[in-house]
C-alpha cells in the first residue's frame, strides 16, 4: 500500500483513538484463516496450561505455542495505527489467552493496562502523564458481542485523571459506569484501546466460547522488565520462523539468539 494511502486509510482509526480512546480495525485477520487460527490458539491454551505445569508458569512465552497467530501481529495497518501514538519504534510488552468460556460468570472489574495498572506493583504513579505509554489490542477470533461477552469500555476514560482502582477516587471497580459499553466486532477484526481506557471482561451468558487473545504495545524505551509471565523467553528455533517484521517486536523475548533487530 503506497504511504498517502495508508496513511489515509488509518486516520478515522487514530482520530478515534485519540479522542475516544479505543477504535475497532476490521480484516486484520482475512476471514479465510480466521477460524482455523481460532482452533490454533483454543488448543494451544491447552498444551500452554499443560507446558507451565509441568515446567513452571514462565517457563514459556504463550506467543510460542500459536506461531500462525504470531504471523499477523506486525499487520501494515495496524502497526500504523499503533505507531502515529506510540511512534516508531515499539515492542511487544505483553501477550495472553483471552478465552471467556460460555456461562462465564464474571461481571465487571474495571482498571487500566499496564503501565497503568495500579494493581500492578510496576505501575506509574496517578495522576497519569498526558502521554499514551501503552496500547492494548484484544484480537477478536470469534464475534465479540453483547451476548458473548464484549469488553466493557468507558469512551473518553483515557483522559480522566481519576481511576477505577484509584484509592482515593470513590470510583469502584466492580460497579456499571456512566458511558460504559460493549466493544463488539466480527472474527478478525482487533480492538485497539489507549491503555488508560477503563475496560473490564465482560460476562458471557452465550453457550459459545468468546476467544481472544490480548497483544500490549510499548515504546521502545519503555522498561519491560516486569518479572512474570509475559517475560518468559521463546526459543529461538520458534522465533527464527518469526516474519521480520514481526520478530522485531519480540526480539527482547528470544532464547539463545544475539540481538540483531534492535543493534
Ligand atoms: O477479555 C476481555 O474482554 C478484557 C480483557 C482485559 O481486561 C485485559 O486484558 O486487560
Known amino acids: 500500500m503506497l504511504i498517502d494511502n495508508l496513511s489515509d486509510t488509518i486516520k478515522p482509526y ?3 483513538l485519540r479522542e475516544e ?26 498444551d500452554y496450561n499443560r507446558y507451565s505445569k509441568e515446567n513452571g508458569r514462565w517457563a514459556r512465552n ?11 501481529l506486525a499487520n501494515e495497518r495496524l502497526l500504523a495505527v499503533i505507531r502515529a501514538l506510540l511512534g516508531p519504534q515499539v515492542r511487544i ?15 465487571r472489574a ?8 495500579l494493581n ?3 505501575h506509574i504513579s496517578q495522576p497519569f502523564p498526558s502521554a499514551v505509554i501503552g496500547i492494548t489490542t484484544l484480537w477478536m477470533l470469534t464475534d465479540f458481542t453483547t451476548e458473548n461477552g464484549g469488553t466493557w469500555i468507558v469512551p473518553k476514560s483515557h483522559i480522566d485523571l481519576r481511576n477505577p482502582r484509584g484509592k482515593e477516587d470513590g470510583i469502584g471497580d466492580r460497579n456499571p459506569l456512566s458511558g460504559e459499553m460493549q466493544a463488539t466486532g466480527s472474527s478478525g477484526s482487533v480492538l485497539i484501546m489507549d491503555s488508560r481506557i477503563w475496560h473490564s471482561n465482560a460476562e458471557n451468558p452465550s453457550d459459545g466460547r468468546r476467544t481472544a487473545v ?29 516474519p521480520d517484521d514481526v520478530k522485531l517486536l519480540y526480539e527482547h523475548r528470544a532464547e539463545d539468539r544475539e540481538p540483531s533487530v534492535w543493534v
Open 93 to 107: 510488552s505483553q501477550t495472553e489467552y483471552k478465552i471467556r468460556p460460555p456461562y462465564y460468570k464474571l461481571v
Open 21 to 46: 480512546g479505543w477504535c475497532v480495525l476490521e480484516d486484520v485477520i482475512p476471514a479465510d484463516v480466521v477460524d482455523s487460527i481460532c482452533d490454533e490458539v483454543e488448543t494451544s491454551a491447552e
Open 214 to 242: 490480548v497483544v500490549r504495545y510499548a515504546p521502545w524505551w519503555l522498561n519491560l522488565e516486569l518479572f512474570g509471565v509475559n517475560t518468559a523467553t521463546i526459543p529461538g528455533e520458534t522465533f527464527d520462523k518469526f
Open 62 to 72: 504463550v506467543i510460542s505455542f500459536m506461531p500462525r497467530f504470531a504471523e499477523h
Open 14 to 16: 487514530v482520530t478515534q
Open 120 to 122: 500492578q506493583k510496576w
Open 110 to 117: 474495571y482498571h487500566s493496562d499496564f503501565p497503568y495498572d
